[in-house]
């Protein structure tokens, strides 16, 4: 059986609220030689506190929920990194769950955090996605502490983290224009996410800045699947004024057209120029390694936390937004038109 509360008062002989007392905080009220007993006790008995008890008391429980979609796109890890990093520093655990881009698994695993009676979540949610409005209604409704990351949902307002994304595209496209390319591809996300709107805006801002015509011709929507065929993107190249560059909305996309370009004998950068977004290690591991807009995503994931652990202390205060910033990093991937 486990260590209880009465175990420990029993074996220092004090009362159980001086045990709980001593051991939920470090209480001026009581000397050091008396919190060193109850706590040598409570190592030696093997005392772990019991959370769902302290939950069902109305204390928090020190864990929060986080939704993330999935833990094999590589872009996610620095992130929790940066979420597990601070949390332990501030004395809160993390439970973690996917939700693999299905809306089902996301109502299914915040119900589940739910229970477990976390102080807050943060959630990365499914973008476009309606069918779960109700279940975030009812998380603002109750003053549940959520910080979403990445993507907003739409008409429920939480505390945000993201990514000055307009800049850093807008970065990107202007040193590629530096380098004195003039037809320069966008290989896109294929949604209508704010991510892809505040990229693309930084693309054709760039483009006018120099006064270069945008051509929406040359915004590609890129595959969600890293194997997914290339026929349309190397027909672009095979045209007889085809572009000499590429920018990359994602770092996993700038790898697909890599890969599929050099498959089809053209070489980076000498053919093609390409720069990504993100500063993922798939793309630090090329044989030509990636130009890109770095995003520091411990950061992403620090701030979440900072947000979340704000809003638990004060659930009424307004909404905040943190947008991480960018920086490019220049790499081998591109060259310069002569």
């Given at each position: 059986?486990?260590?209880?509360?009465?175990?420990?008062?029993?074996?220092?002989?004090?009362?159980?609220?001086?045990?709980?007392?001593?051991?939920?905080?470090?209480?001026?009220?009581?000397?050091?030689?008396?919190?060193?007993?109850?706590?040598q006790?409570?190592?030696?008995?093997?005392y772990?506190?019991?959370?769902?008890?302290?939950s069902?008391?109305?204390?928090?429980?020190?864990?929060?929920?986080v939704?993330?979609?999935?833990?094999?796109?590589?872009?996610?890890?620095?992130i929790?990194?940066?979420?597990?990093?601070?949390?332990?520093?501030?004395?809160?655990?993390?439970?973690?769950?996917?939700?693999?881009?299905?809306?089902?698994?996301?109502a299914?695993?915040?119900?589940?955090?739910?229970?477990?009676?976390?102080?807050?979540?943060?959630?990365?949610?499914?973008?476009?996605?309606?069918?779960?409005?109700?279940?975030?209604?009812?998380l603002k409704?109750?003053?549940?502490?959520?910080?979403?990351?990445?993507?907003?949902?739409?008409?429920?307002?939480?505390?945000?983290?993201?990514?000055?994304?307009?800049k850093?595209?807008k970065?990107?496209v202007?040193?590629?224009?530096?380098?004195?390319?003039?037809k320069?591809?966008?290989?896109s996300?294929g949604?209508e996410?704010?991510?892809?709107?505040?990229?693309?805006?930084?693309?054709?801002?760039?483009?006018?800045?120099?006064?270069?015509?945008?051509?929406?011709?040359?915004?590609?929507?890129?595959?969600?699947?890293?194997?997914?065929p290339?026929?349309?993107?190397?027909s672009?190249f095979?045209k007889?004024?085809p572009?000499t560059?590429?920018?990359?909305?994602?770092?996993?996309?700038?790898?697909?057209?890599?890969?599929?370009?050099?498959?089809?004998?053209?070489?980076?950068?000498?053919?093609v120029?390409?720069?990504?977004?993100?500063?993922?290690?798939?793309?630090?591991?090329?044989?030509?390694?990636?130009?890109?807009?770095?995003?520091?995503?411990?950061e992403?994931?620090?701030?979440?936390?900072?947000?979340?652990?704000a809003?638990?202390?004060?659930?009424?205060?307004?909404?905040?937004?943190?947008?991480?910033?960018?920086?490019l990093i220049?790499?081998?991937?591109c060259?310069?038109?002569?």
């Amino acid at each position: 059986m486990p260590s209880t509360l009465k175990d420990i008062a029993k074996h220092v002989k004090l009362s159980v609220s001086t045990v709980s007392n001593i051991l939920s905080s470090s209480d001026s009220r009581y000397n050091k030689a008396t919190q060193k007993r109850v706590l040598q006790a409570a190592e030696e008995l093997d005392y772990h506190p019991n959370k769902a008890a302290r939950s069902m008391q109305g204390l928090r429980t020190k864990v929060i929920g986080v939704l993330v979609p999935d833990l094999a796109n590589s872009y996610f890890p620095d992130i929790i990194h940066g979420i597990e990093h601070e949390a332990d520093k501030e004395g809160y655990q993390v439970l973690l769950c996917q939700t693999y881009y299905n809306e089902s698994d996301e109502a299914r695993k915040i119900s589940l955090l739910r229970q477990h009676r976390v102080d807050g979540f943060i959630l990365f949610p499914i973008p476009f996605s309606h069918r779960n409005n109700k279940i975030f209604e009812k998380l603002k409704k109750g003053k549940i502490p959520v910080v979403c990351v990445d993507s907003k949902i739409d008409h429920i307002k939480f505390d945000f983290v993201g990514t000055e994304d307009y800049k850093g595209a807008k970065l990107a496209v202007s040193r590629l224009v530096e380098l004195k390319h003039k037809k320069i591809l966008c290989l896109s996300f294929g949604d209508e996410s704010e991510i892809r709107s505040e990229r693309l805006r930084g693309y054709t801002d760039a483009l006018k800045k120099k006064k270069l015509k945008f051509d929406k011709n040359l915004v590609l929507p890129g595959p969600w699947e890293a194997d997914a065929p290339a026929d349309f993107l190397i027909s672009l190249f095979k045209k007889k004024k085809p572009p000499t560059a590429i920018f990359a909305m994602s770092d996993l996309l700038a790898v697909w057209a890599y890969t599929q370009l050099r498959a089809a004998g053209y070489q980076i950068p000498k053919d093609v120029s390409i720069i990504g977004f993100g500063d993922l290690h798939e793309g630090r591991c090329l044989d030509t390694p990636l130009t890109t807009v770095a995003q520091d995503r411990e950061e992403m994931g620090r701030k979440a936390i900072s947000l979340l652990l704000a809003r638990i202390k004060k659930p009424n205060s307004r909404c905040k937004e943190a947008l991480i910033e960018t920086k490019l990093i220049n790499r081998a991937s591109c060259f310069g038109v002569h």
